[in-house]
């Protein structure tokens, strides 16, 4: 038998798993797009969430800054660190939803900045396990907030937004406040801080739109005051 008979016979064998042991791993789901899939690039899955960076020559020490609507967390490392495990919430599934704005910024000798790092990272509740499903967007629930809101945003809902590259949502209270919000991505989640801020109680009209494309999603909210509240006449 000649090389390349005894090559043939081989790679024949290999495909065929003639006298050949392996394995084969289960499937694993990989987005390749951070721009079209940038909602399940930016959400987070589990309550041990794995940062990892490259930590520049020039830098002597860093500090990580987590910002988010119900709270915020500071740490700082001294030494050259390439990663960093934050737990997002203290139990297995969160409590509420949440959006988190990630700094990590980088110092060198006499606390110079020598370079910065930003993320954004979003916890919802639907993404672990069973929630409920109101299937019904005229019932009540669709139209009240009570606590800081996620609202999720997404240029491929429709066809005529899909090419676009950024968005912009719009809140304004009836008679009250009203606000621009530019939308760096055109797939993601904004939070909508509502406890502890200036906006108070009331109705809120909303507005998505994504620049430069046709078209708005538009919503009426409305918070109204904790506690029980009497009707009297």
């Given at each position: 038998?000649?090389?390349?008979?005894?090559?043939?016979?081989?790679?024949?064998?290999?495909?065929?798993?003639?006298?050949?042991?392996?394995?084969?791993?289960?499937?694993?789901?990989?987005?390749?797009?951070?721009?079209?899939?940038?909602?399940?690039?930016?959400?987070?899955?589990?309550?041990?969430?794995?940062?990892?960076?490259?930590?520049?020559?020039?830098?002597?020490?860093?500090?990580?800054?987590?910002?988010?609507?119900?709270?915020?967390?500071?740490?700082?490392?001294?030494?050259?660190?390439?990663?960093?495990?934050?737990?997002?919430?203290?139990?297995?599934?969160?409590?509420?939803?949440?959006?988190?704005?990630?700094?990590?910024?980088?110092?060198?000798?006499?606390?110079?900045?020598?370079?910065?790092?930003?993320?954004?990272?979003?916890?919802?509740?639907?993404?672990?396990?069973?929630?409920?499903?109101?299937?019904?967007?005229?019932?009540?629930?669709?139209?009240?907030?009570?606590?800081?809101?996620?609202?999720?945003?997404?240029?491929?809902?429709?066809?005529?937004?899909?090419?676009?590259?950024?968005?912009?949502?719009?809140?304004?209270?009836?008679?009250?406040?009203?606000?621009?919000?530019?939308?760096?991505?055109?797939?993601?989640?904004?939070?909508?801080?509502?406890?502890?801020?200036?906006?108070?109680?009331?109705?809120?009209?909303?507005?998505?739109?994504?620049?430069?494309?046709?078209?708005?999603?538009?919503?009426?909210?409305?918070?109204?005051?904790d506690g029980v509240m009497f009707s009297v006449r």
């Open positions: 038998m000649n090389k390349t008979s005894a090559a043939a016979v081989l790679t024949a064998a290999v495909m065929m798993g003639a006298g050949t042991a392996g394995a084969v791993s289960d499937p694993v789901l990989v987005d390749l797009s951070p721009h079209t899939d940038n909602g399940r690039w930016t959400t987070v899955f589990t309550n041990e969430v794995p940062l990892q960076w490259d930590w520049p020559a020039t830098a002597a020490s860093a500090e990580l800054s987590i910002v988010g609507m119900n709270g915020s967390f500071v740490t700082n490392f001294t030494e050259v660190t390439s990663n960093w495990l934050w737990r997002a919430f203290a139990s297995d599934v969160p409590s509420a939803e949440d959006t988190y704005s990630l700094t990590l910024t980088f110092c060198g000798s006499g606390e110079t900045v020598v370079g910065a790092l930003t993320s954004r990272l979003s916890v919802v509740t639907g993404a672990f396990g069973e929630t409920p499903v109101d299937p019904d967007p005229s019932g009540p629930k669709w139209a009240k907030v009570k606590e800081n809101v996620l609202l999720p945003y997404d240029a491929g809902w429709t066809a005529a937004t899909a090419g676009a590259a950024t968005g912009q949502l719009m809140i304004a209270q009836a008679g009250g406040a009203a606000q621009t919000n530019a939308l760096a991505d055109a797939v993601g989640h904004f939070g909508w801080k509502l406890k502890h801020s200036d906006w108070g109680y009331g109705t809120f009209n909303l507005a998505l739109t994504f620049p430069g494309t046709e078209g708005v999603w538009d919503a009426t909210l409305t918070r109204v005051p």
